[in-house]
């Protein structure tokens, strides 16, 4: 959510997802698209070439590419904003070029109904009451996880937009989770 929401705010960022993205497709989009912001989610499921293409860009801003009897080395002015489940997968010279690292804490309570409330409406089309009807009802609940995928999940799903039909979906959920 982090990461789309950046996505949305700068028009000229390029979003790939780590665990689809290879050496030549990131160098390709690079050399293509320039993008001022390059936005890797999944950062650690990426393979070691594509971490290296990640080294020189962020180390000197070169995109380097080698193809038979060609090499060519670009200049660009990109700034990589990446997210990972755990950076413990990644190399330290990788993690070494990124000027900060946040580790996000765990949402609260007023948190999680908030972010559920705001995705749901924005991204989904979810009235805002009922979005936040569902976030309410996943934090509350003792089976289903307090995730916002979740809640997406059972928005997804409902066929109608009431209450009523959230905790519906959400007891077919508790009872099968």
């Not at 293509?32 to 594509?50: A, C, G």
């Not at 193809?67 to 755990?86: D, L």
């Not at 509350?140 to 799903?157: E, F, L, N, T």
Request: hydrophobic share 40%; proline share 5%.
């Amino acid at each position: 959510l982090f990461m789309l929401c950046i996505q949305r705010a700068i028009p000229q960022a390029y979003y790939a997802t780590g665990s689809r993205t290879t050496a030549p497709g990131l160098t390709d989009a690079l050399l293509s698209h320039e993008p001022r912001v390059l936005l890797l989610d999944e950062i650690d499921k990426m393979d070691m070439p594509s971490y290296a293409v990640l080294l020189s860009l962020m180390e000197s801003g070169n995109v380097v590419e080698t193809k038979y009897r060609r090499h060519t080395v670009t200049q660009v002015n990109t700034i990589v904003i990446a997210a990972a489940n755990s950076a413990s997968k990644l190399p330290p010279e990788l993690l070494s070029r990124f000027d900060f690292h946040l580790r996000l804490k765990p949402y609260t309570r007023e948190e999680f109904i908030r972010v559920c409330r705001d995705y749901l409406s924005q991204f989904e089309g979810v009235p805002e009451d009922l979005a936040e009807y569902i976030g309410v009802k996943v934090w509350a609940s003792s089976r289903i996880p307090s995730d916002v995928r979740k809640a997406r999940g059972i928005a997804r799903i409902l066929d109608r937009s009431d209450e009523g039909e959230v905790d519906r979906v959400v007891a077919f959920e508790e009872k099968y989770y």
